[in-house]
């Protein structure tokens, strides 16, 4: 039996849409740079050779009204995908985001329909600093109408980039840029991941480590940490945010009795927090320590390589917050960083820029 | 005078001129013969928008329609001469003063006065209200109250229909304050960049609720200028002269039509009552008695019927039996919206999403 093909996160993402492009003529792709040479990070590259620039369509520099546009032409019978090389830069279209695409199903009466993906990539490192590295899937999750979905793996990138395409209401799909280069095995030709349930990441029965996008990464290499010292941790990859899945965590959490929440955002009014704040409420009696968040420090993120150490979770801090759940003693050795690595870098052979 | 009045429309530069003076008396053409039934048709399609609105605001009281209401009142010759001037199936989408787009183009009256009413019969099940009217098989994809944020939406069903091949035309309704958002800009851009089958069509009534031109828009440059400058077609005119909208709403839908590109449409009239409710708000300081009193000579609904009259083809029997029947259908329409049922309280949470 030959072994599942390996693809990277960045290539699913683009054979996502170029099955979509090719099953369905009212799917189209807007975004500064979609047809650029760099392809948006590969994940566009060539597709507008493929499907042509009215489908793979370059924009003008006008977050707002295009997403509008897109809007306009969902409800009109098309299924846009808008693509942000940066999240913030789709702060600038909020209102078409969140009181025009996410209100319209329900503010007509169910009548409409808004067949919509907002892609954005998120994430950290390499001096990308205060505006080019936010993680706000807070802000969308807390938007009723909205659904939020940040796969982890290129398996999920995949299936649930085309099942928000599919989806009949606007769906923010969040990419991590640490994850683009990450390898796994993903199925060739159409498949889908559905929006909604969890992912169990890793079995355990210690602690639930509940982590979103690259955080599962960082939570992962936490857990095998673990394990050499025989702490099994449960890892939960909270892939989409809305709807949330929370029952799944509850049974998580019935089983290990321990929360730790890694989410690379900052913590006040977090996912995190509503993480918790679910547990707290329906299975208050299942915990046997208080839960633990490892976030962004409470600041913007600054630019300076020297700063990386100390602003970016990692699954050092994972590992130390699992310590003090089970009430044991912390370990220096968590939050070292080997000789070498450069927490500013996605992987060694990264020379920048971004 | 400000420029941007002077180089607005006659009307809005007549109202102005003549607001120190006494009584006006507006130019009176004579309609062509082959226009005396269109403008019939046109009396009669603005005077059903303002009885309709009028009995909104009569009624307003009664505490039934619980949503804010703005209205049309003055500015009937804009929405009725556009909507004449399009097909069927072409589409329309406005802001928060749309009433009377809505009912232009053909939408659902005992939907839109049940919508008002919050009820489960409303156009939008009564999630709406007032600022949210929607009647796909009318071709009117919906209005919303946050200012200019409907012009990008129009503009990608125009982008849509481009995309597909389907031959249709697009309007958006729009006031003057939704051009100094950036939304506007980015959609004429884009429109014309693309080169989409639509109509921009502003209604410069000179208010953003109570702040005038003058604190909102350099006098400089007039509004369809603006729209010039992004490289589309501009027409402006008379708004309160239904014949005048319908001559350039028809050139402005054939262009579109033709595929010639995004059409900038500007129309200046004024609104009688308050900005929001049923009221009257000349006293409140913003505006004065005597600039109200100048537009209200210029009242589309008189001016049309008065040369009608002078053209000896404004049958005043048959108008009243008209009116008769609209105040039929607008008391019809309201006592079915009060006998109607709310929305199940469990139903509240439905249509969030297509599964739900």
């Known amino acids: ?354 | 005078m400000p420029r941007h009045l002077a180089s607005a429309s006659a009307a809005a530069a007549l109202a102005t001129a003549t607001a120190t003076s006494t009584a006006m008396t507006p130019m009176t053409p004579s309609i062509p013969s082959a226009q005396l039934e269109l403008a019939t048709s046109l009396l009669r399609s603005m005077e059903r928008i303002r009885l309709v609105e009028e009995a909104i605001a009569d009624r307003y009281s009664r505490q039934q329609m619980r949503c804010p209401v703005h209205l049309s009142i003055g500015q009937e010759a804009a929405a009725a001469g556009v909507c004449a001037a399009l097909r069927a199936d072409d589409l329309a989408m406005s802001g928060h003063r749309s009433h009377a787009h809505y009912l232009a183009k053909g939408g659902n009256l005992d939907a839109m006065i049940a919508e008002m009413h919050g009820r489960a019969t409303g156009c939008c099940g009564g999630r709406g209200g007032s600022m949210h009217l929607i009647d796909r098989a009318a071709g009117f994809l919906g209005a919303v109250p946050i200012v200019g944020s409907t012009i990008p939406i129009a503009t990608g069903l125009a982008f849509a229909d481009k995309q597909r091949g389907i031959q249709r035309v697009t309007v958006a309704f729009l006031g003057d304050a939704a051009t100094e958002e950036g939304v506007f800009h980015e959609s004429l851009n884009f429109a014309q960049l693309h080169r989409l089958p639509i109509i921009y069509a502003c209604e410069n009534n000179l208010y953003s609720v109570y702040s005038p031109m003058r604190v909102r828009q350099p006098d400089t440059r007039a509004i369809h200028q603006i729209a010039a400058g992004h490289g589309l077609r501009t027409l402006h005119g008379d708004g309160n002269d239904a014949l005048a909208v319908h001559a350039l709403a028809s050139d402005a839908a054939a262009s579109a039509r033709a595929g010639e590109g995004p059409v900038f449409l500007e129309l200046a009239t004024y609104r009688w009552r308050e900005h929001c409710g049923p009221g009257w708000d000349n006293h409140i300081g913003y505006r004065t008695e005597e600039e109200y009193l100048a537009w209200r000579a210029l009242d589309p609904i008189a001016r049309l019927q008065k040369r009608l009259t002078d053209a000896h083809a404004f049958d005043a029997t048959a108008y009243a039996t008209e009116i008769k029947a609209i105040q039929v259908e607008i008391d019809r329409a309201f006592a079915a919206a009060e006998a109607a049922p709310f929305p199940a309280n469990a139903s509240m949470a439905d249509h969030v999403y297509a599964a739900a």
Not at chain 1, 74 to 91: E, K, S, T, W, Y
Not at chain 1, 165 to 179: T, Y
Request: contains cysteine.
């Open chain 1, 1 to 354: 039996m030959t072994p599942p093909r390996e693809i990277s996160y960045a290539a699913a993402i683009r054979e996502a849409f170029a099955t979509c492009l090719a099953r369905d003529p009212s799917v189209v792709l807007m975004g500064l740079g979609v047809s650029d040479p760099k392809g948006f990070f590969g994940t566009t590259i060539n597709l507008h050779l493929e499907f042509g620039e009215d489908r793979v369509m370059d924009m003008p520099c006008a977050e707002a009204g295009m997403t509008g546009v897109a809007l306009g032409a969902a409800v009109n019978g098309m299924r846009p995908v808008i693509n942000h090389q940066r999240l913030d830069f789709a702060l600038l279209s909020m209102d078409q985001l969140c009181t025009q695409a996410a209100k319209w199903r329900y503010m007509f009466g169910g009548k409409e329909r808004v067949p919509l993906v907002m892609r954005a990539i998120i994430g950290r490192g390499w001096g990308q600093g205060p505006q080019h590295s936010q993680s706000l899937q807070s802000w969308f999750a807390h938007i009723p109408g909205l659904k939020v979905v940040m796969p982890a793996t290129p398996h999920d990138a995949k299936g649930m980039l085309i099942a928000a395409i599919e989806d009949d209401d606007p769906v923010v799909f969040l990419e991590h840029r640490w994850l683009h280069h990450l390898t796994g095995p993903v199925p060739e030709g159409h498949y889908t991941v559905p929006l909604g349930p969890t992912r169990t990441a890793r079995s355990g029965d210690k602690v639930t480590i509940a982590a979103m996008s690259y955080m599962v990464i960082e939570a992962l290499e936490a857990a095998d940490r673990l394990a050499a010292e025989g702490i099994e941790a449960e890892v939960i990859d909270v892939r989409c945010l809305r709807p949330l899945d929370r029952e799944s965590l509850i049974q998580s959490i019935w089983r290990t009795g321990r929360l730790v929440v890694a989410d690379g955002a900052w913590a006040s009014a977090g996912m995190s927090a509503e993480l918790i704040a679910s547990i707290s409420e329906s299975a208050f009696g299942a915990l046997k320590a208080a839960p633990k968040r490892v976030c962004l420090p409470d600041c913007p993120t600054p630019t300076s390589p020297s700063l990386a150490a100390d602003y970016y979770p990692r699954a050092g801090h994972i590992a130390a917050a699992v310590r003090e759940v089970l009430d044991l003693p912390p370990n220096d050795a968590d939050l070292l960083v080997p000789a070498g690595v450069e927490l500013d870098k996605p992987n060694p052979a990264f020379t920048g820029p971004f």
